[in-house]
């Protein structure tokens, strides 16, 4: 478990803006070794001026977390800089939201799927075994969403994605017991960041998609006009980031407003479950899976004190 992240580095996908900057700035603050990766050389510049007043060990990356050889750059050149690096944070996302499912074409589902699922599998490919062979305390974070527990129409791609997310994390979590390796799903809920405009700049031009909206498309609820200033500043966030990390936290969320879907969707699953008895022989076969249909590291989390 990652308990003391001071003097330790920190590698952020997404880092320029929004809640990778946040989460650069707060684990900044706490010491660590900052490496911030984004495909946008403007928003590095950008957020690199945050850090001038300050002695903040900062480094900016440009990287595509699409391209694997790129990564492997990156990777070379953040512990080329810092050294071992102890915090894969895979944040970068794209939102293709307001669109029904049955109206997306193939370049939305791939520019979706290269970012939010590739990304994050280009990440935990090319960084998690040097993080297993340092042997130091080390952790990867991936940014889901509540998209990514409870799923809702006009945005079936971004939930597929974090759903997908999701469940890689679970079974990393699972797979890297025993190791110097931690691993927890991050579901943010509506946070002050600028994902619409940031996912219309870096959508490459070969998956841009010029089939016109049909017809009355839009997001099947209306919703009523609220206030954007409500929402969750980026730095809030970084600091529930980071003391889900420390507390070693499977699920991280930012949300407490959100706990009435996540406990419909679970009571949906539960009643769903057929009441005839169990078929004892089917039993012990189900039993050999082990974690394939019950997953021990649940009931490890038990022993994580619930928070205030």
């Known amino acids: 478990m990652l308990k003391d992240v001071s003097g330790k580095t920190a590698f952020i996908t997404g880092g320029a803006s929004g809640m990778g900057l946040g989460m650069a700035k707060v684990f900044a603050r706490h010491g660590m070794n900052v490496v911030i990766a984004d495909v946008r ?10 850090f001038k007043d300050t002695n903040f060990p900062v480094h900016p990356i440009k990287l595509d977390v699409t391209d694997r050889d790129a990564w492997v750059e990156a990777a070379d050149e953040a512990e080329k800089v810092y050294g071992n690096i102890h915090l894969l944070v895979l944040n970068a996302g794209v939102g293709v939201a307001g669109k029904p ?9 791939d520019f979706s799927i290269n970012v939010n699922i590739g990304g994050v599998v280009n990440g935990v490919v090319t960084v998690l075994p040097r993080m297993l062979k340092h042997g130091e305390p080390a952790h990867v974070l991936t940014t889901s969403s509540t998209g990514g527990f409870s799923a809702v129409g006009g945005a079936g791609l971004y939930c597929t994605t974090k759903f997908a997310v999701t469940g890689m994390m679970e079974s990393l979590a699972t797979d ?3 190791t110097n ?3 927890s799903v991050f579901y943010p809920g509506p946070v002050k960041t600028s994902l619409g405009q940031t996912t219309h700049e870096v959508r490459p031009a070969h998956l841009r998609d010029e089939t016109p909206p049909a017809a009355g ?3 099947p609820r209306d919703i009523p006009p609220f206030d954007p200033n409500v929402f969750m500043d980026p730095e809030e966030v970084g600091e529930r980031v980071l003391r889900g990390i420390t507390r070693g936290d499977l699920f991280i969320m930012s949300h407490p407003e959100f ?15 057929p009441q005839d008895p169990p078929n004892d022989e089917r039993a ?3 039993k050999l899976f082990g974690t394939l249909i019950y997953n021990p590291i649940y009931d490890e989390q038990k022993d994580v004190p619930a928070l205030d």
């Open 176 to 178: 890297l017991q025993g």
């Open 217 to 219: 498309e839009a997001p």
């Open 41 to 50: 050389q403007s928003a590095l510049d950008e957020a690199m001026s945050e």
């Open 101 to 109: 499912m049955q109206n997306c074409t193939y370049k939305d589902w």
């Open 181 to 183: 390796v931690g691993a």
């Open 259 to 273: 706990k009435d879907g996540l406990v419909a969707r679970n009571d949906a699953l539960v009643r769903s479950i």
């Open 284 to 286: 012990k076969v189900v």
